[in-house]
């Protein structure tokens, strides 16, 4: 009986033996990974510092003069604020415009891609890497970079932002939409190609209405994101209500109330379309997981 149990309890131990020094193993590499990182941090840190106009150091000091300043200032004319959100509400709604428009056209554009992108489905299989990578080519330029370009052929204004925030929303949705694509139940696709139906039919069909709560819940999420990035592009002159913030701004001391108003408006939005798309997304998500 002893010489059947020793070598369970042998083996048992050795078994032990390989988990500890497996686990032993990784937490020296993840080490070494901290190490690593830490040091390409710290060493992107002196260098930045270095070539920085000004020191991280000496400048810290004077981080909330700044919002002092436009918080005094608007406190002294705390009066004349209602009058500027008035004023500025249209900028607002530019913005908020220009957001919806982009993730309007770039998640209808995303949608196209996934499909074209996603094993199993794409209509042409062959091609599946290229449209990749041309949705990690669309991701991998940054709105401003964009806005910038088309700025100088086009001229200031909404539609150079709105192209650029469409066509980078296009790639990030892209991608998130194939991924829901790949856990979605094939078999009314395949019901649907017995019968004769077309390859948009049986996306439409067959694909869309299991996935369509998850789509909705991703654009809603990147709604949120371009209204953020809109505003941002008005400062290289793109519009909205980044635009207006930006000459409030350079105008220095005597329009910091203006600003704080912007910030304000912008502030308010942010948080409410947070908090909308938030309940909508819970909501959506939660009805897909009760399906």
């Known amino acids: 009986m002893a010489d059947m149990i020793s ?6 131990l050795d078994i032990r033996a390989r988990y500890m020094a497996l686990a032993q193993r990784k937490r020296m590499y993840s080490g070494l990974t901290l190490i690593v990182f830490l040091a390409l941090m710290a060493s992107g ?3 930045a510092n270095d070539r920085n106009a000004g020191g991280f150091w000496e400048g810290l000091p004077n981080i909330f003069a700044f919002p002092a300043q436009v ?5 002294e004319k705390a009066a004349l604020l209602p009058g500027h959100l008035v004023a500025f509400l249209p900028a607002l709604l530019e913005t908020i415009n220009i957001a919806a428009v982009s993730t309007l056209l770039g998640g209808v554009l995303g949608l196209v891609l996934s499909l074209l992108s996603t094993r199993g489905l794409a209509r042409f299989p062959r091609l599946i890497p290229l449209f990749r990578r041309i949705m990690d080519v669309m991701r991998a330029i940054p709105e401003i970079v964009i806005a910038l370009v ?5 001229g200031g204004g909404p539609v150079p932002a709105m ?15 194939s ?5 979605a139940d094939l078999k009314p696709v395949e019901g649907l190609q017995s019968v004769g139906a077309s390859w948009a039919q049986r996306m439409m069909l067959g694909i869309i209405p299991q996935v369509a709560p998850n789509y909705i819940s991703y654009a809603l999420l990147r709604f949120e994101i371009n209204i953020r990035a809109s505003a941002i592009l008005g400062f290289v002159g793109a519009g909205g209500i980044g635009y207006e913030l930006k000459n409030a701004m ?13 910030f304000i408006l912008l502030f308010g939005a942010i948080v409410f379309f947070d908090q909308i798309s938030s309940h909508y997304r819970n909501r959506l998500t939660g009805g897909a997981h009760d399906v």
């Open 150 to 154: 088309l700025i100088f052929v086009m």
């Open 250 to 262: 350079s105008w220095g001391q005597g329009k910091f109330d203006e600003a704080a108003a912007i």
């Open 71 to 75: 918080v005094s200032e608007a406190g």
């Open 7 to 12: 070598p369970a309890v042998s083996g048992g």
């Open 179 to 183: 991924e829901v694509n790949e856990n």
């Open 163 to 177: 192209i650029a925030i469409a066509f980078h929303t296009a790639g990030a949705l892209g991608k998130l939409f």
């Open 45 to 47: 840190f002196v260098i």
